[in-house]
């Protein structure tokens, strides 16, 4: 490995303050930033925010469930369809 190669994160012990679930969500967020030619968002800055568990074999209505449970949790509400996940649909519900 190179020389000063390791993310400040690192070198400053935050990442094993952090849960396996939010680590990969930065290193998701910091990609999709460099695929794009984007800035990379500095992760301490950022407040709130939710990540779930998402165990193999999940469906997506099973881990989307998760995250709006989650959501639903810190008192936001969370409108879902009937035939969909998408929050921008027409036939959306309470």
């Known amino acids: 490995m190179r ?3 390791l993310p400040k994160a690192l070198k400053r012990g ?3 303050e952090k849960t ?3 680590r990969l969500l930065e290193a998701m ?7 794009n030619g984007r ?3 500095d992760m301490d800055e950022i407040e709130g925010g939710w990540v779930v568990r998402v165990e193999p074999g999940q ?11 989650a959501i639903k949790a810190d008192g936001v ?3 879902s369809g009937d035939t969909s996940n998408d929050p921008n649909q027409d036939n959306a519900k309470k």
């Open 14 to 16: 935050k990442m094993t």
């Open 77 to 79: 509400t969370v409108r």
């Open 20 to 22: 396996p679930e939010r």
């Open 59 to 69: 469906s997506r209505e099973e881990i989307a469930s998760s995250l709006i449970g």
């Open 29 to 35: 967020v910091t990609l999709n930033a460099i695929n």
């Open 3 to 5: 020389r000063g190669i």
């Open 39 to 41: 800035a990379v968002p």
